[in-house]
């Protein structure tokens, strides 16, 4: 891994002990893979768990090696654990989030801390589902929990995850669908199951179902969605929580948010990084992340004083201006803090709309309308980003068509903003469901426009997400709506761009008609969190370089084909095509023998005119084997945005060699919720 320092002699020698059963309440085993020090018998160690439906024999096996082993060696126990129905535990699957995760969850923290190498005290680990898992088992209190490190995760499945964007319908709800699909079909390991293989596997083709067609069901923020979001009851989680993010993922709002209006111990951390954790993301500046967990577990696990407690609640990476890329290996800044959120240090700057222009004082009397082509968007890259392929928003200058644009003239000091940006508009639609997509950008002294924030609303949504309004045409309204936070700094010289479209493909899909907004510059303005520098900046230490346990060799027995992303366009109709090919290629895990290849394709295509013209399909296509096991799946899913309706295709085909065990197609069709 670029940049990390490896260590192999640690303060404890680790053992492993893998094919590690542990039993749930009603019989299910579940799969665990566990580092310990040689001696922690002995001399007991608190237990780090993380805890994911990711199969830990091969998709995160190269990342659990970084990361367990290197707490082991520092004096705790790392522990991997694949949730029921997935990877090589037993049972089956039914969704994200559910109660019956929690409750594995809650038998998993009691049986660690019953086991004579554990002193009875665990901490949860995890970046995405695995933060979004620590964060709700916090609130379920188990005695033997006494604190989390969540990254990229977040207190509200409904407005700040890959479902619903504003009330708007994600392009991601199909992506990460499908892709969530894929993993819940996946069969165990033969050497771990044993000849239950084939059994397992086919109750998961058969039990663990297609769990996107309920979060296309589920279009308003009803007691799904609250089920699994902290934020029904912050008060909930009690113990210490480090929260972990960065600007180029697709969750730094929640960071805020919770700092905010958790009750008990918390800190922020948010960098410039992708959808990774930080020793080893992009973009740069990568850091000492793993040390950071030891200065955290010492503090609340094992009670030691590291200083951790006494830092600012936040710290996060002010971004100075750099040009608009797809991938960055480093992103320029420096790191400030806050004592608290919101930040003494941080106040509000508006800035009023008229035609071509934002500045402070009076907007103007104008009426504008806009109307975009429902390939507005096309330049905004991927909602969440990971940071190590091409997928960043590139220069916000070729929307300049297709939106509302508003500048300010150059910059005659420098500004710093930190926070939620928000637009307060005034404006009518001449449809009863419409978008509106604000985009904040930082404007060079060459005219290239580096995204900064974006902001999406259904305006069915805008006063609630449950108890929706459509708007009723011709009517203007008032609506404010944050944008999604970030850290930038503008310098003198420089503006702030501010363009305002009906659409924001393939973020989200169009709504059901194309709608025209006009919008009232009286009335409308930017607000920005503007930041001034605080003497608290000065003191903070340098991270330590990024350091992490011995990698895990892996052979690649046949190249992916490289990372693609393009745009085409039909010349006659229109027709935009935006394509993704993810390709891993073929590689083998020396450590299990395990062969795996995995291909992702993701086509999403609009028409300039036609709302209805819009779908997605995704594809993947995997395969796992070892000697004579042979297993291949591959699932395909297309969505199309009629005028009525989502429709839903989905086929699923299961091979063990040449024996196909599933062949299954599907259509179903959910009615458009205003949206």
């Known amino acids: 891994m670029k940049d990390i320092h490896v260590v192999t002699d640690f303060p404890r020698k680790v053992r492993e002990i893998e094919n590690l059963w542990i039993p749930m309440p009603d019989g299910v085993k579940l799969a665990a893979r566990i580092w310990v ?53 037993e049972g089956v699957c039914k969704g994200e989030y559910l109660k019956q995760e929690q409750d594995d969850c809650l038998a998993v923290i009691e049986w660690l801390a019953k086991q004579p190498w554990c002193s009875g005290a665990v901490g949860m680990i995890g970046i995405s589902w695995g933060g979004f898992n620590g964060l709700q088992v916090a609130a379920r209190r188990p005695p033997a929990l006494k604190t989390v490190i969540s990254l990229c995760s977040t207190d509200d499945r409904y407005n700040d995850d890959i479902h619903y964007l504003g009330g708007a319908q994600m392009c991601d709800n199909l992506d990460w669908g499908t892709t969530a699909w894929a993993v819940a079909m996946t069969p165990p390991d033969p050497l771990i199951v044993g000849d239950r293989w084939r059994q397992l596997w086919e109750g998961r083709l058969n039990g663990n179902g297609i769990w996107m067609q309920e979060w296309f069901e589920h279009q308003r923020r009803d007691e799904f969605y609250k089920h699994g979001s902290i934020c029904e009851g912050y008060s909930d989680v009690e113990i210490p929580v480090y929260l972990v993010g960065g600007w180029a993922d697709s969750y730094p709002n929640p960071i805020f948010r919770m700092l905010e209006r958790l009750p008990g111990i918390r800190k922020g951390l948010i960098g410039p990084w992708g959808h990774k954790y930080p020793h080893f993301a992009m973009p740069g500046p990568r850091i000492g992340f793993l040390k950071e967990c030891l200065r955290w577990w010492d503090q609340y696990l094992k009670g030691i004083d590291t200083g951790i407690s006494q830092e600012p609640m936040l710290r996060a990476w002010m971004q100075d201006p750099c040009p608009p890329a ?69 220069d916000q200058r070729m929307e300049a068509g297709n939106a509302l644009v508003f500048e300010t003239t150059p910059l005659e000091e420098t500004v710093e903003i930190l926070g939620f940006p928000e637009l307060e508009v005034k404006l009518a639609s001449d ?42 045409p011709g009517n203007p309204e008032t609506v404010r709506f944050k944008l999604r936070c970030c850290g930038q700094r503008f310098e003198k010289g420089q503006r702030i761009r501010l363009a305002i479209a009906t659409g924001h493909w393939p973020i989200v899909f ?31 230490a340098a991270f330590e370089g990024p350091e992490s346990a011995t990698p895990m060799a892996q052979e690649v027995i046949k190249a992916g084909e490289p990372f693609r992303r393009e745009v085409t366009t039909n010349q006659v109709t229109g027709e935009a095509t935006y394509t993704v090919v993810s390709d891993g290629g073929t590689v083998r895990h020396p450590h299990t023998g395990i062969t795996v290849s995995a291909r992702q394709t993701d086509v999403f295509v609009v028409l300039p005119d036609d709302p209805n013209s819009a779908r997605g399909t995704v594809t993947w296509e995997n395969s796992y084997g070892r000697g004579d096991w042979d297993v291949r799946v591959t699932v395909s899913a297309t969505v199309r945005a009629l005028r009525d309706v989502w429709r839903m295709e989905t086929h699923l085909v299961a091979r063990a060699g040449d024996d196909v065990v599933v062949d299954r197609e599907d259509v179903t069709d959910f009615p458009r919720d205003l949206n």
């Open 37 to 89: 020090p040689e001696d922690a018998e002995a001399d007991p160690v608190p237990a780090i768990l993380e805890y994911l439906p990711y199969r830990k024999r091969d998709e995160t096996a190269e990342r659990d090696a970084l990361t367990h082993p290197y707490f082991a060696g520092h004096g705790y126990a790392g522990v991997r654990v694949d949730m029921r129905g997935t990877g090589d535990s």
């Open 326 to 394: 797809a991938i960055y290996d480093e992103r320029p800044g420096r790191w400030v803090a806050e004592p608290s959120w919101p930040g003494p240090g941080v106040g509000q700057r508006s800035l009023a709309l008229s035609p071509g222009r934002l500045a402070e004082g009076a907007s103007s009397d104008d009426v504008l309308t806009i109307c975009s082509p429902l390939t507005a968007g096309l330049s905004s890259g991927a909602w969440c980003a990971f940071g190590v392929v091409p997928t960043l928003p590139v």
């Open 431 to 472: 449809k009863p469901v419409a978008l509106i997509s604000a985009t904040l950008s930082l404007v060079l002294e060459d005219g290239a426009a580096s995204r900064v924030s974006y902001g999406i609303l259904n305006l069915t949504h805008r006063h609630d997400d449950l108890e929706l309004q459509p708007m009723q």
């Open 510 to 540: 169009p709504g059901p008609e194309k709608a025209t907004l006009s919008i009232h510059c009286a009335g409308s303005r930017l607000i920005l969190p503007v930041r001034k520098p605080q003497p608290l900046d000065a003191t903070l």
